[in-house]
């Protein structure tokens, strides 16, 4: 039986695909969580298909009990500046992969595709720690480093639908090796690949300012994971406090670049190696203050940690689901935010 009469026809479900998960949710124009869903991204395959099949039995689920309108899905890779294809995805089998198209035919209803970190940003301006700013720009933390822009009120993708991958900035030339094939991009630095990297380096070379984390993982640095690090930094062990100092020095000497290429008014950290706050944004705002260009002399955007956590992703894939609503039909979508803000 369905159960949304009270909102009509305007309720949508978003997706949020991830490497490791897959979680979905039926989502109100308001930003409201009706009901989730969250189960394990196939393993890789050779047959993109399988993690498409996932997608619909998620959604298939959720529309038993809901009557829903649209689709939103948040991959984490490259989306085309459509919105229809994902050009390439790390964790995933899709390479020039027609999700929208296929995902549409397979649930009889219209389908956004965007990037993961752009469905969270959006999510973070219209609902979260952004709400009421009209230039932001979104910098998530985990295993690598992603973000998104939002300038003017816009959701700012760039001609090919590729904007916001600041992890792959250079900020160390000839720096560690990147997975993207670079030397010394950012995310080798503050991401939570690196602060594990450095963690192990710390515990192989014997240090004995590492005697915490040594007896944590029993001489083994391979059981080293960020989130580790983070746990003993919160009990107070300096080893792993001055590794998130690190880290957050790093972050924000790219925030300082980001500042000379947008000037935003504001900056929004999320992702997992965000949650630990101050330990990583306090080190971060000093850093930031003292590369940023021109200091002393210009306004300095503010730095705070992200308020939606781990379902701003499907809240923003639901509510950019909204654009591919036929018009006449439901709430007709307005990405100014002065004209349609949560």
Known sequence: MMTNARYGHSLTVGVDIGGTKVAAGVVTPGGRVLARLRTETPA?????????????SVVSELRREYRVRAVGVGAAGFVD?????????PHLSWREEPLRDALSVRLGLPVVVENDANASAWAEVRAGAARGVDDVVVVNLGTGIGGAIVLGGELRRGRYGLAGEFGHMTVVPGGHRCECGNRGCWEQYASGNALTREARELVSAESPVAEVLWQAVGGDPALITGP?????ARKGDRACRELLEEAGGWLGVGLANLA????????????????VGELLLG?????????LTGRGYRPEARVVAAALGNEAG???????????????????????????RW
């Open 314 to 340: 499907l809240v923003g894939a639901a509510d950019l689901a909204r654009e591919a609503l036929p018009r006449g039909r439901g709430r007709r979508r307005q990405q100014r935010l002065g004209r349609a």
């Open 260 to 275: 000379a290429a947008f000037d935003p008014e504001l900056f929004v950290i999320g992702g997992g190696v965000s949650e």
């Open 228 to 232: 580790l690090v983070s746990e003993l």
């Open 44 to 56: 890789r395959s050779r047959s993109a298909t399988v993690v498409e099949d996932t997608i619909v």
């Open 283 to 291: 080190p971060a705002r000093s850093a930031f203050g003292r590369s």
């Open 81 to 89: 500046e459509r919105r229809s294809r994902v050009l390439f995805a």
